[in-house]
């Protein structure tokens, strides 16, 4: 499974931009596909997640600002943030967990893309 991630760049505060996340290869389903964060220095964090249901799940520095949606035909992940700020400046890297045939599923990340959010 290979994961294309693009949208990043440069924006000032309060601005917006949109994330997109393409999953190929053999895939039987996805079943949660998510974007996390990496500032320097820090942790990779959780942004949101979206399960196959819909449902989905954002941190507390991304919930009102940020959505998540997914087009199942097309296997792609988006992330919408609007209102950003300074500290939302990290490379975001997409995820998803996916059944790559009967009984077997992995876990599997894409090479990340830079939002710097100027002040």
């Known amino acids: 499974v290979q994961l294309q991630a693009s949208g990043g760049g440069l924006v000032q505060t309060g601005e917006s931009l949109r994330l997109s996340c393409v999953a190929s290869g053999s895939i039987l389903s996805i079943n949660e596909m998510g974007w996390y964060r990496q500032a320097p220095g820090k942790e990779r964090e959780l942004v949101a997640v979206i399960i196959s249901d819909g449902s989905t799940n954002y941190a507390d520095s991304a919930k009102g600002r940020f959505t998540i949606s997914r087009d199942n035909a097309k296997n792609t992940v988006y992330l919408q943030m609007n209102s950003l700020k300074p500290e939302d400046t990290a490379v975001y890297y997409c995820?998803?967990?996916?059944?790559?045939?009967?009984?077997?599923?992995?876990?599997?990340w894409g090479q990340g893309t830079q939002v710097t959010v100027s002040s």
């Open positions: 995820n998803v967990a996916a059944t790559i045939r009967v009984g077997v599923r992995g876990n599997y």
